[in-house]
């Protein structure tokens, strides 16, 4: 079972830069990889991910610009940069993983951290 622990969340203000981080107990590599967010009663929705074959990355459209997603295999990390914050990216944000044939952009993951709340003020 793959276990998903993100972090680097917190209160920052609009224009400010975040770098969330997500560690794994498996391999990224043999994954692909993304990155979701959820905001209070809205859905969760896709924000970036990156192919586990090709390693190519898919962006929302929200965010194509400002953020930057990547990963160190060695260290079973991924990364989510997140530059010029604004206060509608205010959301718990959650990595996940899935070693098959998702989508990057669905919501069919297999593996899911449990979250980390990024707000941003005005």
């Known amino acids: 079972q793959v276990q998903l622990v993100e972090s680097g969340g917190g209160l920052v203000q609009a224009g400010d830069s975040l770098r969330l981080s997500c560690t794994s107990s498996?391999?990224?590599?043999?994954?692909?990889v993304g990155w979701f967010r959820q905001a209070p009663g809205k859905e969760r929705e896709f924000v970036a991910a990156?192919?586990?074959?090709?390693?190519?990355?898919s962006y929302a459209e929200s965010v194509k610009g400002r953020f930057t997603i990547s990963r160190d295999n060695a260290r079973s990390t991924l990364y989510l940069q997140m530059n010029s914050l604004r206060p509608e990216d205010t959301a718990v944000y959650y990595c996940?993983?899935?070693?098959?044939?998702?989508?990057?952009?669905?919501?069919?993951?297999?593996?899911w951290g449990q979250g980390t709340q990024v707000t941003v003020s005005s």
């Open positions: 990156i192919r586990r074959a090709s390693g190519s990355t």
């Open positions: 996940a993983a899935d070693p098959g044939r998702v989508q990057p952009w669905s919501r069919d993951y297999m593996h």
């Open positions: 498996g391999r990224f590599s043999d994954n692909t």
